[in-house]
């Protein structure tokens, strides 16, 4: 067993969770899950492969994250969502790398997403490198309610072997999704008090979809490329609508 704690976030995820800790179980020493509340089955499965479990319910990722990182058993933590998957490369190198005196406080993952079945290779979808493998330490969230940024002490090193992302069901499901995450980001931004223009996103919506279609070369996965470059476009402006609704209500009161 490695002196490793794996830490998962949940919500809902009975369809997920199985298959996630199944990747983990039996050379991680420790699991640790934290669930905000879940209404389904994901307590239960989870139970068979970790009795530390945590029920709290989250104000925002980054404090969940953080106070998750926090209840590890052991220095050295990798973060999982319940829709990921370690690969047996990935398990080999954590294991020879915790084996050796470690220099660097944490280490960059490569992630093989997924849409359905389909691995998107191009359009900034891979290797897409995250930083998951780290001294719980050392490092740190910031604590927002969407895309929080990740703080380290001193450069990290990267790794090889890839998690393996389950993304999203079909594209339904990644529209499904990016709705939602444009709502947190526009409350972000109105919470923040933000000033936004409307021709600086026209321009981040423009430049978002030919990074990820052209410069990325998205366009090698054909159909699926187009949809993640127009979906990466399509994120900037509705943010910016759905914040902009927050202004009018404000001034209407």
């Not at 490569?110 to 897409?128: A, C, F, K, L």
């Not at 490198?129 to 490092?139: A, E, G, M, N, Y």
Request: net charge positive; aromatic share 14%.
């Amino acid at each position: 067993m490695l002196n490793l704690t794996v830490v998962v976030l949940t919500k809902n995820e009975e369809k997920n969770i199985a298959d996630c800790l199944e990747s983990v179980a039996g050379w991680a020493s420790e699991i640790l899950l934290v669930d905000d509340e879940s209404s389904d089955k994901t307590v239960d499965i989870a139970s068979q492969y970790t009795d530390k479990i945590i029920i709290r319910k989250m104000d925002n990722e980054g404090k969940q994250r953080n106070f998750a990182y926090s209840q590890a058993r052991n220095l050295w933590v990798l973060s999982l969502d319940a829709d990921e998957r370690v690969t047996e490369e990935l398990r080999d190198e954590i294991s020879e790398t915790l084996s050796k005196h470690v220099s660097c406080n944490g280490f960059t993952i490569p992630r093989r997403n997924y849409i359905g079945d389909y691995w998107v290779r191009h359009g900034g979808w891979y290797p897409s490198p995250q930083l998951k493998f780290f001294r719980k330490d050392k490092f740190r969230y910031e604590e927002v309610a969407v895309h929080p940024r990740a703080f380290m002490d001193d450069p990290c090193g990267h790794l090889k072997g890839d998690i393996i992302h389950y993304s999203y069901r079909n594209l339904e499901d990644f529209l499904g999704k990016l709705n939602n995450q444009t709502t947190r980001e526009a409350k972000k931004w109105f919470d923040q008090n933000k000033p936004m223009r409307l021709g600086r996103f026209l321009w981040r919506t423009l430049d978002r979809f030919t990074r990820s279609y052209i410069g990325r070369k998205g366009f090698r996965d054909g159909f699926i490329g187009f949809s993640v470059a127009f979906y990466a476009g399509l994120y900037q402006f509705v943010s910016y609508l759905k914040y902009k609704e927050l202004v009018l209500e404000r001034r209407e009161k």
